[in-house]
């Protein structure tokens, strides 16, 4: 008898078990990456998510050199990418220049980007000027 017992708590625990493995599967998520950027953040981006030419992903600028991220190789100024030799390399893109001409890789393209300009002094009015003579 206490082997019958034995053997049934077994089942039901093991029943248990398979009950809150399957109940945890059943509920799981998925979690998105929140650094990833949203589909379509590159204008050259088909409705597949590919890019459609190569994709500059980083700029590297030191004292010394200059190199970028293109397409997950690492090429330096005047060093080459495919058939296109890298020709210009600044904060927010790269220049390529093949046989079939210039190619201009930006770092977030669609994005105007323009130095921001400091306000203008504001004139000082006549009460101003008079406390600021001694």
């Not at 390529?96 to 980007?113: C, D, I, N």
């Amino acid at each position: 008898m206490a082997g019958s017992m034995t053997r049934t708590i077994t089942v039901m625990a093991l029943a248990c078990a398979a009950l809150v493995v399957r109940s945890g599967s059943l509920s799981a998520q998925v979690l998105n990456d929140p650094t990833r950027p949203p589909v379509g953040i590159y204008a050259a981006e088909t409705n597949t998510g590919v890019a459609a030419g190569p994709v500059l992903q980083s700029v590297m600028i030191t004292p010394t050199s200059r190199s970028a991220m293109i397409g997950g190789e690492l090429v330096k100024l005047n060093g080459k990418y495919g058939e296109a030799r890298v020709i210009k390399i600044s904060e927010g893109e790269v220049v390529l220049k093949s046989s079939s001409g210039t190619e201009t890789l930006r770092m977030y393209p669609g994005v105007e980007m323009t130095p921001v300009k400091p306000p203008a002094p504001k004139p000082q009015t006549s009460a101003h000027k008079q406390n600021n003579i001694k």
